[in-house]
């Protein structure tokens, strides 16, 4: 075994051993097909009021940018799908958020990842990156194999489907690169006719500003009326792409500890979200994604849906 195959499995078996579902590798480089795609998508203004979104351009396509001399780009995939989900017929939250923030569990682990290869390799130049930096993330994880982005441009999988957080270390160590697999969507269009408010534009193609998601989290203004019997009851977040998508009949609950639910987020009534305290916000919500709209950012979701009965 040549040194860059042995440096390529001690990373992925230490991957493994960190709990990541998969782990692929590509070569750190400009990304020329995603460039003309994500300035059509900011110049159509699909970006909404996400200003951050125009920033960095360069650096959300060439890794070098962010990593100096960086030669490799690992993509991670953390699964997230819970066992047990709310009760029905109540206000709905993400499934990624019923747990603690991703970005904590995840950072962690990416650290632990870094060190191992530092001291197992030697003085290795990395960063770790989980959705808080300019990286396109799903485009990197496509190009080393992990999945294909889909109609509801989320990567998917075939085997486990797309409830699963993506995340980077980007290092500066020559390894064996991963090649992209196919795209498995067909003619399926479920995630394009689900959509509530009709946001998938076009298969491949989201507008993030009609997004139910970009509403209850992103914006900070009123959510525009004309959406307002569209919801379909989500209050943070919204999983309906996914849960349409036939591949997501292969997720298998996740085994972190630290996602797991409260058992009172998961019972409560539309009655108790609407009468929610800032005390039980600050306890449901401790540790939780959902801290970043805060109570009032919920409060506001919660009277908008609520307002439709």
């Known amino acids: 075994m040549n040194l860059k195959s042995k440096h390529t499995s001690l990373i992925k078996t230490e991957?493994?051993?960190l709990g990541f579902l998969s782990c692929g590798i590509s070569k750190a480089e400009f990304l020329e097909h995603e460039a003309p795609r994500l300035e059509k998508w900011l110049n159509n203004n699909m970006h909404g009021k996400m200003q951050y979104m125009e920033n960095h351009f360069d650096k959300r396509l060439d890794p070098t940018k962010l990593v100096e001399g960086s030669k490799s780009?690992?993509?991670l995939l953390l699964n997230y799908y819970p066992a047990l989900t709310q009760r029905k017929n109540s206000y709905k939250i993400s499934k990624y958020a019923y747990g603690t923030d991703y970005h904590f569990v995840i950072k962690d682990k990416l650290k632990t990842l870094l060190n191992t290869i530092q001291e197992q390799?030697?003085?290795i130049n990395g960063?770790?990156?989980?959705?808080?930096a300019p990286v396109l993330d799903k485009a990197w994880a496509a190009k080393s194999g992990l999945g294909w982005i889909g109609k509801n441009a989320n990567l998917i999988t075939q085997q486990v489907g797309s409830f699963y957080f993506i995340a980077e270390l980007i290092i500066d160590l020559d390894l064996e690169y991963d090649l992209p697999t196919?795209?498995?969507c067909g003619s399926c269009t479920a995630c394009i006719d689900a959509c509530p408010t009709q946001a998938i534009v076009e298969p491949y193609v989201v507008d993030g500003s009609k997004c139910i998601s970009y509403f209850t989290i992103e914006l900070k203004d009123n959510i525009p009326t004309e959406f307002k019997d569209n919801f379909d009851d989500w209050m943070f977040g919204c999983d309906v792409c996914q849960d349409?998508?036939?591949w997501n009949r292969f997720s298998k609950s996740h085994n972190e500890p630290l996602f797991n639910p409260s058992s009172k987020l998961l019972e409560?009534?539309?009655q108790e979200w609407k009468d929610i305290s800032q005390e039980v916000f600050g306890e449901l919500f401790k540790k939780s994604a959902v801290k970043r709209i805060k109570f009032s950012g919920l409060k506001r979701n919660i009277n908008f849906i609520s307002d439709n009965f």
């Open 127 to 132: 960063r770790a990156f989980v959705d808080s």
């Open 15 to 17: 991957a493994k051993r």
């Open 121 to 123: 390799i030697g003085e």
């Open 73 to 75: 780009v690992i993509s």
């Open 268 to 270: 409560m009534s539309k």
């Open 182 to 184: 196919t795209d498995h």
């Open 244 to 246: 349409v998508c036939p």
